[in-house]
């Protein structure tokens, strides 16, 4: 599992904050958008969108959208819930998201 990052980005930075409250360690390759390398033709490659964050799981998939990885992480590690547990929790998480 990989996790392109861009250091100072805010994307990047919402999963990362994600991963810390979760307490998972996920390798990061970093993607330094200064310099344009999120335009490179390798990184286009991997993301023809050309943004960070992506997440690339052992299985290959690649994930872009930084609330689709936070989604993909409360999946595979439910503990602890960071993405509501009863319906009301759920809509307002979903709600703060979509405001950002
Ligand atoms: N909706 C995407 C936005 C991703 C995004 O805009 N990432 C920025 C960094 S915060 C980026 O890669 N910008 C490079 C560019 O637009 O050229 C998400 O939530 O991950």
């Known amino acids: 599992m990989k996790l392109y990052d861009g250091v100072l980005a805010p994307n ?19 993607v330094d958008i200064g310099a344009l390398e999120h335009k490179s033709a390798e ?4 993301n023809p969108d050309q943004r960070v964050p992506l997440l690339i799981p052992d ?6 959208e930084s609330v689709a990885i936070c ?5 595979i ?23 950002v």
């Open 43 to 46: 990184f286009t490659a991997l």
């Open 12 to 30: 990047p930075r919402r999963v990362r904050i994600f991963l810390a409250e979760k307490g998972i360690d996920v390798p990061l390759a970093p």
């Open 59 to 64: 299985d290959g998939t690649r994930i872009s």
């Open 71 to 75: 989604r993909y992480f409360e999946k």
């Open 77 to 99: 590690h439910p503990e602890p819930r960071l993405m509501g547990v009863n319906a009301v929790d759920k809509a307002l998480v979903e709600m703060w998201q979509r405001r």
